[in-house]
């Protein structure tokens, strides 16, 4: 009989590397779930404890259907007439401009001075603090004060408008401030040039389109705004014809063709900003 | 602009002209907008120093006030919740719209130009108007600055969303198909876990969005820290009004370094 004499022949396997575990739960994807986890929570609890006052949601969607069907169905002037209204939108387009105009010329020049490459840090500092302050309190809470400091009207309105602009601005022009390289600062001051031609010979020139877009975006902006402080101060806009309508006639005839309107300006808007994007693309 | 100058004189020439021609008309701008709208420029802007002056005397808080602490507090706390949930439920549902209506993952070109023309209705509709069509037929609650504030920011999320769709590469979403993959799974595994960061922060950018506007609907519907603030600024209690305009102002101010961190964390 023959027999294996040797013992059981020696297998060798190949051995596991040590690897590490590869996880596809990354760190910013732990904070992210975590952060919508938390938002997701409050969510639900402000659902649950919202207050409804007793009301019959069927209801309230059928009266809403029926408002929404004659706003936007059978629009017409009601109380006040076409000249009324197109001089209403007229003096909001106005309003819109001359705040942003405004806003954009004071702000520039903080900017200048708040901008970390141009400034000393503390004065850059400081300002910052002033205007993230300032950007922090809404519109309508500006417009309110001021309307109590120089009586309802068009000036208030103006002022509170800019204030805002201007903190919202700032920020927008002193950031593309500060992506101009330090030396080509440094160079200029180098040759001797002073500190305003630095500023308007070298820095401006190369953030124009910026400096634009932002503007532009704080016009569509301050649009929505005047409509919506048109009713708290009084200055005799589209808001002003818009709110007596949807507060106190209960018009919704004249509510949706004031709505209309504004569309109809907003879309114009939103085609200027299309093609000044691609213009803006285009030349980069 | 590559225009051919023959000097430096002649190019300093036509760049100051063009700058000329650009102040008239902005000037001209500027003072066709002061007649219609009646604005004085000099009497307004001098007196925004003393408007200044007034503020920081009758708006400060006083030891008085501390008896409006609760309402406050608590109306403020009603507003934040109302801003994040309405902010989230909008997320939910223009994060749909978005997939329907961007041009990479859109599924017909119907449906792409339906959610654009929404989503630019739902946005360009005023906060008034919304306002006061909720208010009438959801009467004085806070259920109606909730909805106001999410027709709002539904339009805004569409857009935002569907831009960051549209950003993305499409080049991981045509390897993604060419392997076999459907329509969900392209969705799913290609495209929504590469925008996630981008529309968390959009969503954040809303919330701090939403507290600010929800003062103005608060005034407008009679609920939230908006009216309250309404309520005290009109029966002349300044030094209340002031205390929530701080409190807004501190609110804004913790979500904004808040948010900018968590941006840091997850870009």
Redesign the interface.
């Given at each position: 009989m023959i027999e294996n004499s040797s013992s059981e022949p020696k297998i060798v396997k190949p051995k596991v590397p040590n690897t590490e575990r590869i996880s596809l739960m990354t760190?910013?994807?732990l904070?992210?779930r975590s952060?919508?986890a938390v938002?997701?929570l409050?969510?639900i609890?402000?659902?649950v404890t919202?207050?409804?006052?007793g009301?019959k949601l069927k209801d309230?969607?059928h009266?809403?259907g029926l408002?929404?069907n004659a706003?936007f169905l059978h629009p017409n002037v009601g109380q006040d007439s076409w000249s009324v209204l197109l001089r209403g939108l007229?003096?909001s387009i106005?309003?819109t401009?001359?705040t942003t105009?405004?806003g954009a010329v004071i702000a520039f020049f903080i900017a200048v001075f708040s901008a970390r490459n141009l400034s000393p840090t503390w004065v850059a500092n400081t300002l910052k603090a002033v205007m993230?302050?300032i950007r922090?309190?809404?519109?309508?809470?500006w417009v309110?004060?001021?309307s109590?400091?120089?009586g309802l009207?068009?000036?208030a309105a103006?002022?509170g408008l800019t204030f805002h602009s201007i903190a919202y601005l700032v920020k927008a022009y002193s950031e593309s401030i500060e992506e101009t390289p330090q030396a080509t600062i440094e160079a200029l001051k180098a040759s001797g040039v002073r500190f305003w031609p630095i500023i308007f010979q070298a820095i401006l020139p190369s953030i124009v389109p910026a400096l634009l877009s932002w503007t532009f975006i704080r016009f569509e902006i301050n649009f929505?705004n005047a409509?919506?402080v048109g009713?708290?101060a009084g200055?005799d806009d589209i808001?002003y014809y818009?709110?007596m309508a949807?507060?106190f006639y209960?018009d919704?005839h004249e509510?949706g063709l004031?709505?209309y309107l504004?569309?109809g300006f907003?879309?114009i808007l939103?085609l200027i900003s299309m093609r000044l994007r691609g213009h803006y693309l285009k030349s980069n | 602009m590559k225009a051919k100058y023959s000097s430096p004189q002649q190019f300093f020439r036509q760049r100051r002209m063009r700058l000329t021609v650009v102040l008239v008309i902005?000037l001209l701008?500027?003072f066709?907008?002061?007649l219609?709208?009646?604005?004085?420029t000099f009497?307004?802007?001098a007196?925004?120093p003393?408007?200044l002056v007034?503020?920081f005397k009758t708006?400060i808080p006083n030891q008085h006030t501390t008896t409006y602490l609760g309402p406050i507090f608590y109306q403020l706390w009603r507003t934040l919740?109302?801003s994040?949930?309405s902010t989230?439920?909008a997320a939910l549902l223009s994060l749909i719209f978005a997939v329907l209506g961007a041009k990479t993952t859109s599924p017909n070109r119907v449906l792409q130009l339906t959610v654009r023309f929404g989503a630019?209705?739902l946005?360009?509709?005023?906060?008034?108007?919304w306002a006061?069509?909720?208010l009438?037929?959801?009467?004085?609650?806070?259920?109606t600055g909730?909805l106001a504030l999410f027709f709002m920011t539904l339009g805004y999320l569409t857009r935002a969303f569907t831009e960051t769709i549209e950003d993305l590469d499409t080049e991981k979403l045509h390897a993604l198909q060419a392997v076999g993959a459907n329509y969900f799974q392209c969705v799913f595994c290609g495209v929504l876990p590469e925008a996630?960061?981008t529309m968390?922060s959009w969503?954040l950018y809303m919330i701090e969005n939403n507290i600010?506007?929800a003062?103005?609907v608060g005034?407008?519907t009679g609920t939230g820290i908006?009216f309250l603030?309404n309520q005290y600024?009109k029966s002349i209690r300044y030094d209340a009004a002031g205390l929530i305009?701080l409190l807004?102002?501190?609110l804004?101010?913790v979500l904004?370094l808040t948010s900018t961190q968590?941006r840091r964390?997850?870009?």
């Open positions: 760190k910013p994807r904070i992210l952060v919508l938002l997701g409050v969510t609890y402000s659902l919202i207050d409804m006052a009301l309230a969607f009266s809403l408002n929404l706003m007229s003096t106005a309003l401009l001359l105009l405004l993230a302050f922090s309190i809404p519109t309508i809470i309110l004060i001021y109590a400091v120089m009207g068009a000036n103006v002022v929505a409509v919506a009713a708290a200055a808001g818009l709110f949807s507060g209960f919704f509510v004031i709505v504004l569309l907003a879309i939103e | 902005l701008i500027y066709g907008s002061v219609l709208v009646n604005f004085n009497s307004s802007l007196q925004i003393a408007g007034w503020l708006f919740i109302v994040i949930s989230i439920c630019s209705l946005r360009n509709i005023p906060v008034v108007a006061m069509i909720l009438f037929s959801f009467k004085q609650s806070d259920f909730f996630a960061s968390t969503v600010r506007d003062t103005l005034i407008l908006g603030f600024f305009v807004i102002a501190a804004v101010i904004e968590i964390a997850i870009a």
